[in-house]
C-alpha cells in the first residue's frame, strides 16, 4: 500500500521542466553535501533493551473505545473492534459485563456493512458478515441478524463459519414459531457435522 | 491574447522598416521571458510591436518565437500553433521556419494530440537539425509512447544525438510506460538504466538521473529483489528531491534482505525531511515495526509515540494553513511565505524544513511544474495589478493637481480683475471731476479754480489774511489798518494778474491731465478685456486637462477592475488546488496517525496479555 503511494508519486510522466526549485525542502548538512544515499553515514542508534511499559486493561480498551469510535479510516475501525472483540473474549472472566457497549455494536454494525460493500471480493467476507449479524443481534435486530447469516451461508456454503451460522439460523427460526424451516436448517447442521 | 494575434496577422507584407525597433523589443522580450515572464513577454509583443515585416527582419522573426513560447508557458497552445503556422508562412529563413515547426509540435504535445503530432514532425523532422532535431525525435517517442507504440518510440529516441538530455528524457517516460504495463520489471529498468546513463551530469539531468534510480528501485522491491532496488536507490543524490523516497526504499531493501537494524539506522537519516514529501512519513512507522520484528518492544512503543506526535504536530500545523488558506487566499499564502522564508533563512541552514510549515509547503507546490506555470502567471498579474494601482494613484494625484491649480488661476484672475476695476472707477471719477472744475470755471470766469496750485493755495492764504485783517479792524490804529487792506488790495491784484497771465498754461495743463487720465482709463480698460479673455481660456485649457485625465482613469479603472476579476478567479482556483492538496496531506497524515495509534495499542494490547492472561491467549491461539 505504501509503496504502491510512492510509486504513484514517482510515476508522474516526466514534463519537459522538472522541478521548479527544491530549496526550502531539502537541508542537508555540510557533511552530506554532494554524496548520494549510500555514502551518508546511517544515524547512530541504541538497540539496547528497554523496559516496556504496563499499561492497564481498562486503558487499552479506552484507546480501542477512542479508535472504534474516532478513526476516520474503517481499516482501523474494523481491526480495532475485531482486537476488542477478542479481547473481551479473553477476559470474560475477570469483566463478565464485556467490553462493548451499544455505541460501539452500532458503529460496528456500520463499518461491517460498509466494509462489505466497498470490497465485495474480500476473502474475508464471510467473517465480516458473520461479525455484521452478530452486532445486529446485539443491537436487538434479530431478524436482519437472520438475514444476514443466510446471505453468509448462501455466499459461502464451505466457510468455516458456516455450520455455526446454519445452527444460529435454526435456533432463530425455532424461536420464530417456523419449524419446517428451523428442521432444514438444523439438518443443514448435522449434515455439515456429518462431512466433516 | 487574441488582439495579439490579429495584431500580428494584419501586419501589411509590403511594408519593409528597419529592424532597429524590432532589435530593442526583441532585447525587452528576451529578459522579461528568461526571468521566467511569459504574460509580461506576450504583453510587451502586444503592445509596443513595431508593424514591420518578416522580411529581411530578424527581430521580428524572433519576437515571434518569443510569442510562441510564451504562449506554451501560458499554456495558450492554440494560440501558439496559429502563431506558429503564421511564422512558418510569412518567414523567410529556414531557421525561423525550423522554430516555427518545432514549436508547433510542442503545442501539439500539450494538447496531448499525439497522432497529429507524429504525422505533423514526420514530414518536419528532415528541416530539422542539431538539438532542434534531438528535441523533435524526443517529441515522437513520445507521441508513440503516449499512443502505446513502445516498439516505434525506442526506435525514434535511439534516433537522438548520442549525449542529448532528449534521450533521457525519452526512455524515462518509456521506461513508465513499461513499468506501468509490464508485470515483469526488466525492460523498464534497462530503460531506466538508459535513461540514468544519458541524462549527463547537468543540475537537470541529476534530477532526471535521481528520479529514474528511485522508480527503478522501487520496481525492484516490488519484484522482492532488495540488493538491486539497493543498488538503484544508494546512487540518488542526498539533496534530491526524491532522496526521502529513496531513503525509504533504501531502508524497505535491508528491511527485505532481513537486516533490520540497518534499516532503522537507515530511516533515521529521512526524519529530517519536511513530512510533505513521499518517503518521510512511511520511515517514522517503519522504524517502529522494524523494532517490533526485532521484538524490541519498548523501543517499537517509543517509536510510536514519537510517530504519533510527529504526525499530530503536521495535522495541527496543516489545519492551520489550511484555515489561513480559506481566509486569505493563496495569493496571500505565497505573500507571507517569501516573507518568512527571507527571515529564517539563517534558521533553514541549521535545523529542520518541518518547523516552518507555511514555506514547506509553497516550496512543494513550487516543484510541481505546472502549479510553478500557474503561481508565476498569478504573480505576474497581481504585479501588473500593482503597477496599474500605482499609476491610478498618481493619476489621481495629477487631477487633483489640476483642479487645485485650475481653481487658483481663476481666482487670481478674478481678484486682479476686480482691484483693477476698482482702480478704473476711481480713474473715471477723478477725470469727470476734473472735466466738471474746468467746465465750472469757465462759466464763472474764475480761471482760478482750475489754476496753478501754487496761486490756488496763495489765494487762499490771502483770503484767510483778508479775514484776519477784517476781524482786527477795531483793534489795530488806523492808519496801520488802512495801509494793510491797501496792501491786500494789492496783492490780490497782482494773483488776478497772474491768474490771467498763467490761464492758457493752465487750460492746456489741465487738458493734458485729462487726456493721460483718458490714457490710462483706455489702457485699464484694455487690460481688465484681455485679463478677462485669458481667464475664459485658462478655464477651457485646465477642463480639456481634467477631462484627458478623467478618460485615463475611467480606462484605468475598467483595467484595474478586470486585472482584479481576474486575479481573483485566478486567486480562488489556485486556492482550491491549493486546499485540496493540502486536505489529501491532511488525509494521509491522518491515516499515520491513526495507524500507528492502533499498532500502539496493539502492542499495549500484547503486553497486557502476556502479563494477565498468558494461559487464555495459548487457550485461545487456534
Given amino acids: 500500500m505504501i509503496r504502491r503511494l510512492i510509486l504513484t508519486v514517482l510515476l508522474t510522466a516526466c514534463s519537459l521542466s522538472l522541478a521548479a526549485t527544491k530549496d526550502g525542502l531539502i537541508v542537508l548538512d555540510d557533511s552530506e553535501k554532494g554524496k548520494t544515499i549510500g555514502q551518508l553515514k546511517p544515524a547512530y542508534v541504541d538497540f539496547g533493551y528497554r523496559k516496556s511499559p504496563r499499561v492497564p486493561m481498562n486503558e487499552i480498551v479506552a484507546r480501542y473505545r477512542q479508535l472504534i469510535l474516532n478513526a476516520p479510516d474503517l481499516e482501523v475501525r474494523i481491526k480495532a473492534l475485531h482486537r476488542l472483540l477478542n479481547l473481551e473474549a479473553l477476559f470474560a472472566e475477570q469483566s463478565p459485563d464485556g467490553f462493548m457497549d451499544e455505541s460501539l455494536w452500532k458503529v460496528a454494525a456500520d463499518a461491517y456493512k460498509r466494509w462489505l460493500d466497498a470490497y465485495p471480493s474480500d476473502p474475508d467476507r464471510d467473517m465480516y458478515r458473520y461479525q455484521l449479524a452478530r452486532a445486529l443481534d446485539m443491537l436487538g435486530k434479530p431478524a436482519e441478524a437472520r438475514r444476514q447469516l443466510q446471505q453468509l451461508v448462501a455466499e459461502s456454503p464451505r466457510s468455516p463459519l458456516a455450520t455455526e451460522s446454519w445452527f444460529r439460523i435454526a435456533e432463530r427460526l425455532y424461536s420464530e414459531g417456523k419449524w419446517g424451516e428451523a428442521e432444514r436448517a438444523y439438518r443443514s447442521v448435522l449434515r455439515a457435522k456429518d462431512d466433516n | ?622
Avoid at chain 2, 108 to 134: I, N, P, T, Y
Avoid at chain 2, 561 to 568: A, F, P
Fill in chain 2, 1 to 622: 491574447m487574441r488582439r495579439l494575434i490579429l495584431l500580428l496577422l494584419c501586419l501589411p507584407v509590403w511594408c519593409a522598416q528597419a529592424d532597429e525597433p524590432d532589435m530593442l523589443l526583441y532585447g525587452q522580450a528576451r529578459f522579461a521571458a528568461l526571468t521566467e515572464r511569459p504574460l509580461e513577454v506576450l504583453t510587451l509583443l502586444e503592445n509596443d510591436h513595431t508593424g514591420a515585416t518578416h522580411i529581411d527582419n530578424d527581430f521580428h522573426n524572433e519576437d515571434h518565437v518569443l510569442a510562441i513560447e510564451a504562449s506554451l508557458r501560458l499554456g495558450l497552445a492554440d494560440q501558439a500553433i496559429e502563431l506558429a503556422d503564421h511564422l512558418l508562412f510569412t518567414a523567410r529563413k529556414e531557421s525561423h521556419k525550423s522554430k516555427a515547426r518545432l514549436l508547433k509540435a510542442r503545442a501539439l504535445a500539450q494538447q496531448k494530440r499525439f497522432d497529429e503530432l507524429v504525422r505533423w514532425l514526420e514530414k518536419s523532422l528532415s528541416h530539422l537539425k542539431g538539438d532542434m532535431r534531438d528535441e523533435a525525435w524526443f517529441l515522437v517517442g513520445r507521441g508513440y509512447t503516449e499512443t502505446k507504440r513502445l516498439a516505434d518510440a525506442a526506435r525514434a529516441l535511439s534516433r537522438i544525438s548520442k549525449g542529448s538530455i532528449w534521450a533521457a528524457y525519452g526512455y524515462y517516460n518509456l521506461a513508465l510506460k513499461y513499468a506501468q504495463d509490464d508485470p515483469d520489471p526488466s525492460r523498464a529498468w534497462v530503460a531506466l538504466r538508459v535513461a540514468a546513463a544519458l541524462a549527463g551530469d547537468t543540475r537537470e539531468g541529476q534530477a532526471l538521473r535521481d528520479r529514474a534510480l528511485t522508480v527503478a528501485g522501487n520496481l525492484a522491491l516490488e519484484v522482492q529483489d532488495p540488493e538491486k532496488a539497493a543498488q538503484f536507490v544508494k546512487a540518488v543524490r542526498a539533496d534530491a528531491m526524491e532522496a526521502p523516497s529513496a531513503i525509504y526504499l533504501y531502508g524497505m531493501s535491508e528491511a527485505q534482505a532481513g537486516r533490520l537494524r540497518t534499516a532503522v539506522r537507515t530511516w533515521h537519516r529521512a526524519k529530517k525531511y519536511a513530512l510533505y514529501m513521499p518517503g518521510v512519513a512511511e520511515t517514522f512507522q517503519s522504524i517502529a515495526w522494524a523494532y517490533v520484528q526485532e521484538n524490541l518492544k519498548g523501543s517499537a512503543i517509543d517509536a510510536y509515540l514519537e510517530a504519533i506526535s510527529v504526525y499530530e504536530k503536521e495535522q495541527q500545523q496543516t489545519r492551520q494553513l489550511l484555515d489561513e488558506l480559506r481566509q486569505k487566499g493563496f495569493l496571500e499564502l505565497v505573500r507571507a511565505a517569501r516573507a518568512e522564508q527571507k527571515s529564517t533563512d539563517w534558521f533553514l541552514n541549521t535545523e529542520l524544513v518541518n518547523n516552518t510549515p507555511r514555506v514547506m509547503f509553497v516550496n512543494a507546490l513550487m516543484t510541481d511544474a505546472g502549479f510553478f506555470g500557474q503561481v508565476t502567471e498569478l504573480l505576474q498579474i497581481r504585479d501588473m495589478a500593482s503597477s496599474l494601482e500605482a499609476n491610478r494613484r498618481k493619476l489621481a494625484i495629477l487631477e487633483d493637481a489640476y483642479r487645485r491649480a485650475s481653481g487658483g488661476s481663476t481666482r487670481q484672475a478674478v481678484n486682479k480683475i476686480d482691484r483693477l476695476e476698482q482702480r478704473l472707477g476711481q480713474l473715471i471719477a477723478r477725470r469727470n471731476d476734473l472735466v466738471g472744475a474746468y467746465k465750472e470755471a469757465l462759466a464763472a470766469n474764475d480761471f482760478a479754480r482750475i489754476g496753478s496750485e501754487s496761486l490756488l493755495k496763495a489765494r487762499k492764504r490771502l483770503d484767510a489774511v483778508v479775514a484776519e485783517l477784517k476781524r482786527l479792524k477795531g483793534v489795530l490804529p488806523g492808519p496801520t489798518y488802512r495801509e494793510l487792506s491797501r496792501r491786500a488790495i494789492r496783492l490780490r491784484g497782482r494773483l488776478v494778474w497772474e491768474d490771467m497771465a498763467g490761464m492758457d498754461e493752465s487750460r492746456q495743463s489741465f487738458a493734458d491731465r485729462i487726456k493721460v487720465l483718458d490714457g490710462l482709463i483706455a489702457s485699464m480698460r484694455d487690460s481688465i478685456s484681455r485679463l478677462r479673455e485669458r481667464a475664459r481660456n485658462g478655464r477651457v485649457h485646465f477642463a480639456e486637462r481634467m477631462q484627458q485625465i478623467q478618460r485615463m482613469r475611467a480606462r484605468a479603472d475598467a483595467t484595474g477592475d478586470r486585472l482584479q476579476r481576474v486575479l481573483k478567479t485566478m486567486d480562488q482556483a489556485m486556492t482550491t488546488e491549493a486546499i485540496n492538496r493540502l486536505e489529501q496531506h491532511l488525509d494521509r497524515m491522518a491515516r499515520f496517525h491513526v495507524r500507528s495509534q492502533l499498532a500502539l495499542v496493539n502492542l499495549y494490547d500484547a503486553l497486557a496479555v502476556a502479563e494477565y492472561a498468558p494461559e487464555r491467549v495459548r487457550e485461545n491461539q487456534r
